[in-house]
């Protein structure tokens, strides 16, 4: 059974002195968003959001500018107090926790990664690094040594004695995400930490950092507002449109079956090859077979999870239709017409 790390429940966040009473309007009279903000002065920062991260599972949060993304992420270690649901982070309630518990929890189980890191500009990468360590009282020698760890996890060894200034936009984002692993914590915060940099440079760090997350097994929520960002390292994609989680799935469930014409607007444009599998589009292997007369020990066999763009590879060397096999054992069938639905994203 899957273990969840993170759980969100009936999350709510109203900006404003009567943020209180805004709340028990909205649970006595269903109030809308403008209509809080009318007759309460109030913003609705995210509403009745719920879901839950399990470990070492990548949760992308997306959505435009305002949607409430980087509002929802800050609750998780709570630098925003919800005005009212619960929140768990490693079976831990999070708003139960006193002060002194809860910069704990901060310090030794939790990692958050900005968009601008905030670097100390008088302090070495070294000591930058180390500095959440400094904080915990841990001793030099061991701060040098868990820092140096970090920063070759990061390719940044042979940098620790420059200052951020001799740094490129790309090593000081590695910086900070080297003190957000510092303290080795069970769980990643990164707030759109990718957004500024220039797209080779973002590649190479969404390679890195997928990377790194599967070999420490760490579990992120990764907030971004680019589609194609949060397809590429995300398990699971969570679309958010003012304060609402609209969609929650995999980046295939997100692409092929969008719940609305807001989701849609998202992923129109995508690129579906590398997105839809086999076991998606296939025909159940003994329902072809009960009504073809094709000899399919002459088919190609390739495993369920093969792509749309492996599959069309293999399509171009053969005449026979395809056999999707899972532990070996042949489950369906894949033909030139199937495939030519799943590239067109027609119903199969």
């Known amino acids: 059974m899957s273990e969840s790390v993170i759980k969100l429940d009936s999350v709510w966040k109203i900006f404003g002195d009567d943020a209180n009473d805004a709340m028990q309007a909205i649970i006595d009279k269903g109030l809308t968003k403008p209509q809080v ?32 993304k980087s509002t929802m992420v800050r ?75 970090c920063l070759n996890l990061v390719n940044l060894d042979g940098y620790e004695d420059r200052f951020p200034s001799e740094l490129s936009g790309g090593m000081q984002q590695r910086v900070g995400l080297a003190r957000a692993l510092a303290s080795d914590p069970e769980v990643l915060l990164m707030d759109e930490p990718f957004s500024a940099l220039d797209p080779l440079i973002r590649r190479q760090l969404q390679e890195q950092f997928m990377a790194l997350s599967a070999d420490l097994d760490k579990t ?71 009504s073809s007369s094709e000899d399919l020990a002459q088919s190609p066999r390739v495993p369920h999870d093969t792509d749309l763009s492996g599959l069309i590879d293999i399509s171009t060397t053969t005449e026979y239709p395809i056999v999707i096999t899972d532990d070996g054992k042949d489950v369906g069938v894949v033909n030139k017409s199937t495939l030519l639905k799943g590239i067109k994203g027609g119903d199969n």
Not at 44 to 68: K, P
Not at 108 to 130: C, Y
Not at 222 to 228: A, E, Q, R, V
């Open 37 to 68: 903000l009318e007759q309460f002065g109030c913003v609705v920062g995210i509403a009745d959001c719920s879901f839950e991260v399990e470990r070492g599972e990548i949760f992308c949060v997306m959505g435009l500018s305002g949607s409430g």
């Open 75 to 149: 609750h998780l270690n709570r630098l925003i107090e919800p005005t009212s649901g619960t929140i768990h982070v490693l079976g831990r309630d999070v708003l139960g926790l006193n002060e002194s518990d809860l910069r704990k929890l901060r310090a030794a189980h939790i990692g958050m990664v900005f968009q601008h890191m905030a670097l100390f500009p008088h302090r070495t990468v070294r000591d930058n690094v180390a500095f959440p360590l400094q904080i915990q009282g841990e001793p030099k020698a061991k701060r040098w040594e868990l820092s140096q760890h």
């Open 220 to 290: 992120t929520v990764f907030i971004t507002h680019d589609l194609d960002e949060a397809i590429r390292i995300g398990n699971r994609i969570a679309i958010m449109k003012d304060g609402v989680i609209v969609q929650i799935g995999s980046p295939e469930e997100i692409v092929t079956n969008p719940i609305d014409d807001y989701v849609k607007d998202f992923v129109e444009g995508i690129s579906t090859l590398k997105l839809i599998f086999a076991h998606t589009i296939m025909e159940k292997f003994d329902d072809y077979a009960a």
